[in-house]
């Protein structure tokens, strides 16, 4: 069962271009979040999905960012028109959520690292 | 809004010696609370997850335990090797939230 994966592992930008970044789940889990780790800095959680529905955006930047996790394929967060602060690690995790919220955990990929020159 | 911060933010230690990291939080209304380990360059591995009702959990030489009253989580590891050098970070799961992270302790285990 592979676990959760992300591609680009590392990708490289220039100020004004779009980013995409994406994340295929684990084996039957449908609920995704991506997470920003800025340098030096802790995980901050940007957006929570399940299958074509956000559940919680709350600490996705209303502007420029954008997320989806459609019906067919992986989930895809999307920066538009990239700054230099956007320059962080991204980390896609997933869970199945058809367990009990005490025991629910959830199983991290190895991030993409956006670069913005 | 649930705070959590980690005590001490770098830690080096040699070989052999016993440790204990720390994790703080605000809001004791949680699922569970989970410590993870992060490599440089690397995702992060779940190493072990608290839930609100337990105590303690082990992990062969990690032990974690949970005092929600007070807010506080400690992961203790025996006889730290090298290959124990990471960060290790802190999550607490809220009611109708999801996941907050501590900051981290980077730990260094010297040969």
């Known amino acids: 069962n592979a676990g959760v994966m992300q591609n680009p592992r590392h990708l490289v930008r220039r100020r004004g271009q779009e980013a995409r970044l994406r994340c295929s789940p684990m084996k039957g889990h449908s609920h995704v979040y991506w997470y920003r780790q800025l340098p030096e800095e802790g995980l901050k959680f940007m957006v929570y999905?399940?299958?074509?529905?956000?559940?919680?955006e709350s600490g996705m930047p209303k502007e420029r960012f954008s997320a989806e996790f459609p019906k067919e394929g992986p989930s895809i967060l999307r920066i538009q028109q990239v700054v230099r602060g956007d320059s962080a690690a991204y980390f896609c995790?997933?869970?199945?959520?058809?367990?009990?919220?005490?025991?629910?955990?959830?199983?991290f990929g190895p991030g993409t690292r956006l670069t913005v020159l | 809004k649930q705070e959590v911060t980690q005590i001490p933010a770098a830690l080096s230690v040699p070989e052999g010696e016993n440790l204990v990291l720390n994790c703080s939080f605000t809001?004791?209304?949680?699922?569970?609370l989970q410590w993870f380990r992060q490599d440089p360059g690397k995702g992060l591995t779940s190493l072990l997850l608290?839930?609100?009702?337990?105590r303690e959990q082990t992990s062969g030489r990690l032990n974690a335990s949970l005092d929600k009253s007070s807010g506080r989580s400690t992961l203790y590891i025996a006889a730290s090797q090298p290959g124990d050098s990471a960060t290790y970070l802190c999550?607490?799961?809220?009611?109708?939230?999801?996941?907050?992270f501590g900051p981290g302790t980077r730990l260094s285990v010297l040969p």
């Open positions: 999550a607490v799961h809220n009611y109708g939230q999801n996941f907050v």
């Open positions: 608290i839930q609100s009702s337990q």
């Open positions: 995790a997933s869970s199945p959520r058809d367990i009990s919220p005490s025991t629910d955990t959830q199983y």
């Open positions: 809001d004791s209304a949680i699922y569970n």
């Open positions: 999905l399940q299958k074509e529905n956000i559940i919680d």
